[in-house]
């Protein structure tokens, strides 16, 4: 594992830099992105910009993060630490794989319980629709599909046009949110549409 080289690399959708931990809160919910992704790491003791300053008191940063993993994520986390030396300073290394028990929720400063997935290198709250997918994506019993004119509607939408949010779909086919939220979760479940999240707004491709 060359830590230098992935600090070098920046931070990503599988990587997060924490100088120290201060906060329960946002600790869990960046490991909480990570399991409900495809699993990530933090390297504790280097600054955002990449700069290693090494860790204090590293059995301090393991209460810390075990503590956001056991009790301010459900379901609870396991996380896999590893001490490391880059140029002489103790870096700590977790690694949160990703989660066959999707989705987590990380729990909130207003005491309310959210699940959030990893976009770039940030932890963004999951719309509706990702946690329906979620919660849908380990579920074994495949997704039939039985094409209606509303899903024919969209894909024939999306032939000419690049993308759509839920709105315009609503729009398109005259149903309600939550009506329009169930065909677009089937849809991704069956992989005939992709979902992307930014920080600004989620809309969907054809896939």
Same mark, same amino acid.
């Given at each position: 594992?060359?830590?230098k080289?992935?600090? %070098?690399?920046?931070?990503?959708?599988?990587?997060?830099?924490? *100088?120290?931990?201060?906060?329960?809160?946002? /600790?869990?919910?960046?490991?909480? =992105? %990570?399991?409900n992704?495809? +699993?990530? !790491?933090?390297?504790?003791? @280097?600054?955002?910009?990449?700069? /290693?300053?090494?860790?204090?008191?590293?059995?301090?940063?393991?209460?810390?993060?075990?503590?956001?993993?056991?009790?301010?994520?459900?379901?609870?986390?396991e996380? @896999? %630490?590893?001490?490391?030396?880059?140029?002489?300073?103790?870096?700590? #290394?977790?690694? $949160?794989?990703?989660?066959?028990?999707?989705?987590?929720?990380?729990?909130?400063?207003?005491?309310?319980?959210?699940?959030?997935?990893? #976009?770039?290198?940030? =932890?963004?709250?999951?719309?509706?629709?990702?946690?329906?997918?979620?919660?849908?994506?380990?579920?074994?019993?495949?997704?039939?599909?039985?094409?209606? $004119?509303?899903?024919?509607?969209?894909?024939?939408?999306?032939?000419?046009?690049? !993308?759509?949010? @839920?709105?315009? &779909?609503?729009?398109?086919?005259?149903?309600? !949110?939550?009506?329009?939220?169930?065909?677009?979760?089937?849809?991704?479940?069956? +992989?005939?549409?992709?979902v992307?999240?930014?920080? *600004?707004?989620?809309? &969907?491709?054809?896939?």
């Amino acid at each position: 594992m060359n830590v230098k080289k992935q600090i %070098f690399e920046g931070e990503g959708v599988t990587l997060d830099f924490k *100088k120290t931990i201060t906060s329960c809160e946002k /600790i869990a919910r960046t490991m909480v =992105s %990570f399991a409900n992704n495809k +699993g990530g !790491r933090l390297l504790i003791g @280097v600054a955002d910009d990449g700069t /290693i300053k090494g860790v204090k008191s590293e059995d301090e940063e393991r209460y810390m993060i075990t503590k956001a993993a056991h009790l301010y994520s459900r379901p609870a986390l396991e996380p @896999v %630490f590893e001490e490391v030396y880059v140029d002489d300073k103790l870096v700590l #290394v977790v690694d $949160t794989p990703a989660s066959t028990l999707k989705p987590h929720y990380a729990l909130a400063e207003d005491g309310k319980w959210w699940v959030y997935v990893r #976009v770039k290198d940030k =932890s963004v709250l999951a719309s509706k629709v990702v946690v329906d997918v979620l919660k849908r994506s380990t579920d074994s019993n495949g997704v039939l599909i039985e094409y209606s $004119t509303k899903e024919k509607s969209l894909l024939e939408y999306l032939d000419t046009a690049a !993308r759509i949010t @839920v709105k315009e &779909y609503c729009d398109l086919v005259k149903v309600g !949110r939550r009506a329009a939220q169930r065909i677009l979760v089937n849809m991704i479940l069956s +992989g005939v549409i992709r979902v992307h999240t930014t920080e *600004k707004e989620e809309y &969907y491709t054809a896939a």
